[in-house]
C-alpha cells in the first residue's frame, strides 16, 4: 500500500512538472525568434504541460551483444500504451542500460527512439556512448547510459521501439536495460 501511495505522489508530482522538448512546431512559428519563440541561451525549447498520469509500463531486458551496425530494432525493448478517446497523451520514454561501444576510430553509438514510427523529441539519435577516441576495447567501456524523449500523441494505441545504430565503431553492446514508458494526459 506504502508503494501505491509513493508511485501515485510521484506520479502527481511528474504530472505537475514541466517537460521541456526542442523544435516543437508551436515554438518554431512565433514572429519573433527570441524569447517568444522559445529560444533561451541560444537553445531552441518549448513546453508541453502534462494534466494527469494516465499509464507507466516498464520493460525490462538483459545482456544484448554485438548490436548490428545498422539501424535495427532493440529486442524486447517496446511496449504498447493507450491514450482514451477523446484525449491527447505526452509519451515520456526513459531508457537505461550498462553499454559499450569500442572500434579503432573515434565513433559513437546510438538509440533511437519512436512512437509508431514516428522520431519522438528532442532529437531522432542519442550517442549514448563514444569508443573514446578508438581506446575503448574489451571490458574497459562499459558506462551506464541513459536518455528520455516525449512525444504529443492522439487517442488510441502507441507502441514504443528502440533502435540502434553504430558509427564509425565495431562493437556495441548492452546489457541491464530498464525501458519505462509514460503517459500523461495533456
Known sequence: ????????????????????????????????????????????????????????????????????????????MKAKVVVPPGSKGLIDVRYTAEVECYGTLDGYCEIYAYVDGHAMTPSTTF??????????????????GSMERTLVVGPGTHVVTLKTNVYNADQFDIDEQSLAVEVFKV
Open 1 to 76: 500500500m506504502h508503494r501505491t501511495k509513493t508511485c501515485a505522489a510521484i506520479s502527481a508530482v511528474l504530472a505537475t512538472l514541466v517537460v521541456t522538448v526542442a523544435a516543437v512546431a508551436a515554438a518554431s512559428q512565433a514572429p519573433n525568434n527570441n524569447a517568444a519563440s522559445g529560444r533561451v541561451g541560444g537553445y531552441s525549447v518549448s513546453t508541453v504541460f502534462a494534466k494527469a498520469p494516465i499509464s507507466i509500463k516498464v520493460v525490462r531486458g538483459g545482456y544484448y551483444p554485438s548490436a548490428p551496425t545498422s539501424l535495427a530494432t532493440l529486442p524486447k
Open 127 to 144: 550517442g549514448i556512448v563514444s569508443t573514446n577516441g578508438g581506446t575503448t576495447s574489451g571490458t574497459a567501456g562499459w558506462i551506464g
